[in-house]
């Protein structure tokens, strides 16, 4: 009885998630799909694929979406990576007040935040750029990428560090042998978590980026307004095919290396 | 090097970073705020935009209802996403790890995705009423209940209960691996029932990050701006809606009220996570729980 309880609770979640994700994909692939009709009458991938790769809006919002995400993770892992390791190895003063300022991007309210500083990137110039739009991504993505790095790291300690140092291996010889390997999981974690983060932000990129950025995210917005359903599922299925794919084949093959290092 | 050199250096980037876009911009604002807007001329510097900000019926009311709004949205989505974690969390069955992977889709995709579906989904020309019509369940889509643009707001809710229970179950079942079975193993020996150990070993030590995730997803809630603009009623408006427009409308003398709702609405987000940072060390696991 118990069991079957669970497994209901289960079903009702799997339906709960994946209902959304199954319209979206028959909105991309159905054709004339209309009121009252509860399923589309034609599906139609070939239609899809088509689209996606003669389509110029779609691919420019590609390039830009996969554009803006590699240049946050470059930006993000640089400022994180580095922080995360003094977070995780060292005591000093004024350690409690940084570890609130890296969630402030996340607990100060994202309208207010975001005004704010695209009122500063005109200031600075930067409103419209490449550098000011991955900055702001890098704002939002800053704090999981810190967390899940430092979890990582705190994990081990720093006490192979501190034996290599003792057995005469040089400040950057211990960084590239046991530090980089060792918080291998958390980078993963972490790039892929900015990925995502930066993959999905709507307003940041819309209003920092002064329309010039138009990512699969922000051209979703104006096409479900004006009940463009179709074309706006279009993007959506776009998303997931460069999102979840990539990302499920990081995982396996990460977990599939790990399998392979304890088998030996 | 010695060791303060070296952690100077390690955090110089994100100091730099941060003081370039963060503390800048907060000055910069609370400059505004204060009636300092040279370029439109506004020179007189004072506290006026905060006192018209605190006499503005539509703001208060906006705020009360967002805080509402936000408090009620976040909080069921961390109940049940408490509820499913602990149901499903085994590492070593296959079941869970399926339902694990499961969750992890809705934290990957954008808002306006789930948007999108609902729309397909529960508007009165959706899916959902076309179907129980042709079921026979009701007798025409008019009979089916305002679910988007609703003066109760719950198409905004829905979404954000598929967004905000997949990242809970998330960080939580993440915390629960890690987890020492010992203590459990302990306290079951010691005769502790199912809602004992519960209690006393388990939501201690996940508390925290329960903690966190509310405060997280109650922030968003609270001050995000695309979902509520799209699914949300158009008397009842949300504050995001309300502040946004302010900020888009043009009006550059408008400008320094617009950054002094920003800083009241910061410096209260702010507080509010403090509290709940606060009340989570007098709970159970609030002074040692998952501090590493």
Known sequence: ?264 | MPTKRKIILLLSPFYLFFTLFFFSAVLKSFVTSLGYYPIVGLKKIGLQYYGSAFHSATFLASCERTFLFALFSTAMACLVGLGLAFLFNGRKNNFTRIFFKIAQLPVMLPHIFIVLALLQLISQTGLIPSLLVHLGIMASINHFPLLVNDPLQIGIILTYLWKEIPFVIVSLVLVLRQMDDRYKIVAVNLGATKWQNFWHISLPLIQPALINAFIINFAFNFGSYEVPYLLGNQQRELLPVYIYDLYVQGDLTQLPLTMSLNLILSLFSILFAGLLLKIGRFLPGGHTGGSK
């Open chain 1, 1 to 264: 009885m118990k069991k079957l309880t669970k497994l209901a609770i289960f079903l009702i979640f799997s339906c709960f998630v994946f209902l959304p994700l199954l319209v979206i994909v028959l909105l991309a692939v159905g054709k004339s799909w209309n009121y009252p009709q509860l399923l589309p009458q034609q599906i139609n991938f070939g239609s899809y694929f088509k689209l996606l790769f003669t389509n110029h809006e779609l691919l420019t919002s590609l390039t830009a979406s996969i554009s803006l995400a590699l240049g946050t993770i470059v930006l993000t892992i640089s400022i994180a990576y580095p922080t995360a390791i003094v977070l995780a190895y060292y005591q000093f003063r004024g350690k409690k007040l940084l570890n609130i300022l890296v969630y402030l991007p996340l607990i100060i309210p994202g309208i207010a935040l975001l005004t704010n500083v695209d009122f500063m990137m005109i200031k600075l110039g930067l409103d419209g750029s490449f550098l000011g739009v991955i900055s702001i991504h890098t704002l939002f993505c800053l704090p999981y990428a810190i967390k899940l790095l430092v979890d990582n790291l705190a994990l081990l300690h720093n006490r192979y560090e501190v034996v290599s140092r003792n057995l005469g291996a040089s400040g950057w010889q211990t960084f590239f042998q046991i530090t980089l390997p060792l918080s291998k999981n958390g980078l993963q974690g972490a790039v892929m978590m900015t990925y995502i983060v930066s993959m999905t932000q709507y307003l940041a990129t819309l209003l920092v980026g002064d329309g010039k950025y138009l990512t699969l995210s922000v051209r979703m917005f104006p096409f479900t307004q004006a009940g463009k359903y179709k074309i706006a599922a279009v993007y959506g299925v776009t998303f997931m095919l460069v999102t979840l794919i990539p990302l499920y084949l990081i995982d396996a093959w990460m977990s599939h290396q790990e399998r392979r290092v304890i088998k030996s």
